[in-house]
């Protein structure tokens, strides 16, 4: 089995296709990196996806290392407090509040929430401040860890394939979650076995129909940027989304799509360098680099 280092992270590697089409047709080459990592459209769902790419086993080692954590992370997480992180209002709190008053439009205060791939447990920490009954999912034993030092909540140290509970879920949060994993469309169909009929998941994924992601394809095409198309995020990032091919998944595993848009990175850092008009066009056509969904599960797989 051939063996690939790449940012610092070392694994085995293996062929993969489209996780969404079950009888999914030859795929058109997006990208060739350098070391013969293909970065792959299906035709059909339009995803794009990393082929051959880690291993199971070798891309669950990725969320074990420090190395996966930048240096503004660290830095965060050192002397870390509540009130010091609202008061800094750095990109994690605003994020974090963003997605808990997205959540608050569509499920009632005091419901019971589900977030899958909590990372340090940003957002179970809010929303339970907010009043959710929030538990958290991280299969990471040391993302596990810091959010039981750091900020002295509980997770769930497990995958969603091993998680049960004896009730279903309002709503169920995969931000950040979908192009990181193994199999993306195993991990819906977990979802909607834990929600309530009705129930709302949000999710974000990648967009690389986003303005910045385009031009950084260009650029590689045209051979004026050279960084072995360091913006997909490979290893870690094993999939990208557009509008099409997020929407198919979710709809194969009973997730009906009701809104699609985007936040900028000026909107996650709280900042306002644009106008309100090109700030909304960015947000309503999903022009920035990450697509956010709310989807409603409707038990009805298409």
């Not at 070392?10 to 990208?31: I, K, R, S, V, Y």
């Not at 709302?200 to 050279?226: A, E, M, W």
């Not at 900042?271 to 700030?279: C, M, R, T, V």
Request: glycine share 4%; aromatic share 14%; net charge positive.
């Amino acid at each position: 089995m051939k063996i690939l280092e790449e940012n610092g992270f070392t694994g085995c590697l293996e062929e993969t296709a489209c996780p969404t089409c079950d009888n999914p047709q030859p795929p058109n080459l997006f990208f060739l990196k350098k070391n013969n990592i293909g970065i792959w459209q299906c035709p059909n769902c339009e995803i794009l996806y990393a082929s051959p790419r880690f291993t199971e086993k070798s891309l669950s080692e990725i969320y074990e290392s420090k190395q996966f954590l930048n240096r503004q992370t660290l830095e965060e997480l050192e002397n870390w407090s509540y009130s010091q992180w609202k008061t800094s209002r750095c990109r994690s709190y605003i994020t974090t509040s963003l997605v808990v008053s997205l959540v608050q439009e569509y499920v009632r205060n005091g419901s019971r929430l589900l977030d899958v791939g909590s990372a340090m447990g940003y957002f179970v920490y809010e929303s339970r401040k907010q009043g959710y009954a929030t538990e958290g999912i991280e299969p990471s034993n040391m993302l596990v860890n810091i959010a039981n030092r750091k900020l002295n909540i509980t997770l769930h140290n497990c995958r969603i394939n091993d998680f049960s509970d004896t009730e279903r879920f309002s709503g169920i949060v995969l931000w950040d979650v979908l192009e990181h994993v193994y199999d993306p469309s195993e991990m819906l169909q977990h979802c909607a076995r834990l929600a309530k009929p009705g129930a709302y998941l949000f999710v974000q994924v990648p967009n690389y129909c986003g303005i910045s992601d385009r031009f950084k394809t260009f650029l590689h095409r045209i051979h004026l940027k050279n960084n072995n198309f360091k913006h997909f995020g490979f290893p870690w990032h094993v999939y990208s989304f557009n509008r099409k091919s997020l929407g198919i998944m979710l709809a194969k595993s009973g997730f009906q799509p009701l809104k699609f848009e985007s936040w900028s990175h000026w909107v996650k850092e709280g900042k306002q360098f644009i106008l309100p008009q090109i700030q909304m066009m960015l947000t309503k056509y999903c022009l920035s680099d990450y697509i956010i969904c709310v989807a409603r599960y409707s038990d009805v797989v298409k």
